[in-house]
């Protein structure tokens, strides 16, 4: 079975601290992605990447950026938290680059900035 | 731009019957659309895909159209059962080559014993 698994399922930060949110996944997959999910707006796409040292960015990365060092690790950071940023946040791989490739997710971070 | 809708409002149907939901797109032409499972508190699970030249899958209890002339999918669980409530999500892909796929808010389903 894939295994998705995230760094903390719960975080309480400070308005303009640093947030590392850490991503694994133990199944080889090439790529791996970042969403925030919130209430009526459905998962949003924050970074992917898709291979070591390869990022893109996605429909939302003002305030994040991200980094991976190694295949199965994948890291989203936070430079300078903001109230805005809370959130859910999802971290997902799939296999290879086929259209139709399943997402395997992570049971995600809940992330709340005060 | 590409816009996914599903119903915000929450389905409470009953033990045994069946459940639809209903996922609607504008603005693009999906090659596949995807439906996943998210439990409270967890990451969404894949269930069902769907391309755009299939009009109906089907997997155990599990029935999704794609309707590509109503830009509209349909998800139906059949002899609903309340371990099935759970928000279920619709995720189509950008319609522009790429393997990101853009998901919809999903639908709340509550199945009352």
């Known amino acids: 079975d894939v295994k998705v698994t995230q760094s903390s399922r719960y975080l309480v930060k400070r308005t303009g601290e640093k947030v590392f949110l850490e991503c694994v996944q133990d199944m080889d997959h090439e790529n791996m992605f970042w969403y925030r999910q919130d209430p009526g707006l459905g998962l949003r796409l924050i970074y992917f990447?898709?291979?070591?040292?390869?990022?893109e960015k996605g429909d939302i990365p003002e305030g994040y950026s991200v980094s991976r060092e190694k295949k199965e690790r994948f890291s989203l950071i936070l430079e300078s938290a903001s109230t805005n940023q809370t959130s859910m946040y999802l971290c997902?791989?799939?296999?290879?680059?086929?259209?139709?490739?399943?997402?395997?997710f992570g049971p995600g971070t809940r992330l709340t900035v005060l | 731009s590409q816009k996914i809708e599903q119903n915000s409002e929450a389905l409470n149907i009953q033990e045994g019957k069946t459940a639809t939901l209903t996922c609607n797109y504008t603005n693009y032409s999906p090659a596949y659309l995807q439906w996943y499972r998210q439990d409270p508190g967890r990451g969404p699970v894949f269930l069902l895909l769907i391309r755009e030249n299939e009009k109906e899958k089907r997997k155990e209890r599990l029935k999704v159209t794609f309707d590509t002339t109503l830009k509209q999918s349909l998800f139906h669980i059949t002899a609903s059962q309340p371990a099935d409530s759970a928000t279920y999500l619709c995720a189509l892909d950008r319609g522009t080559g790429g393997f990101k796929t853009i998901f919809g808010a999903g639908t709340r389903l509550f199945v009352k014993a």
């Open positions: 990447s898709y291979d070591v040292k390869m990022k």
């Open positions: 997902a791989s799939t296999r290879t680059s086929v259209v139709t490739d399943t997402q395997y």
